[in-house]
C-alpha cells in the first residue's frame, strides 16, 4: 500500500497502490457543479473512474488517509455509473466509514472535500 501525492493547477492528485493496481484520487479544492468536470479531467490525463467497490477498499487500506493527505475531512467516490446511490468512503478526524451519495445531494454538484478515484486505461 502505497501513497504518494501532488498538486498541479490547483487539481490535488495522490496516489495509492491497491492490490498491486496505482489508483489515483484528485481533488479540484473547490466546489463543483457537475460530474463532467472530473471525469473530462480522467480522460485528459488517461485515467478512466475506478469500479464503485474501490472507495471502501481505499477506505479499509488506508485508514488514516485523511491525515496523510493533509484534511480534516474527505469523502472518496467512484463515477464509473451514475445511479441513484453512488459507493463512498469517508474519513472525519479520528473516524471513517463508508456509505453512499445519493442523488439528491450529488445532483447539485460536488463540496471542495471530494476526491475522485480513478485508475490507468
Known amino acids: 500500500m502505497r501513497s504518494s501525492s ?47 467497490d474501490t472507495p471502501s477498499a481505499i477506505q479499509k487500506a488506508f485508514p488514516d488517509l485523511h491525515h496523510e493527505i493533509g484534511v480534516e475531512e474527505m469523502g472518496v467516490v467512484s463515477l464509473i455509473k451514475h445511479h441513484s446511490e453512488i459507493p463512498s468512503a469517508w474519513w472525519y478526524k479520528k473516524a471513517s466509514g463508508v456509505g453512499v451519495v445519493l442523488r439528491e445531494e450529488w445532483m447539485h ?3 471542495s472535500g471530494y476526491w475522485f478515484v480513478f485508475s490507468q486505461e
Open 109 to 111: 454538484g460536488w463540496r
Open 6 to 52: 501532488n498538486a498541479a493547477n490547483g487539481v490535488r492528485t495522490h496516489t495509492v497502490r491497491l492490490e498491486g493496481k496505482e489508483v489515483v484520487l484528485i481533488n479540484f479544492g473547490r466546489y463543483i457543479s457537475n460530474s463532467t468536470i472530473p471525469l473530462d479531467w480522467g480522460k485528459e490525463n488517461g485515467l478512466i473512474p475506478a469500479p464503485d
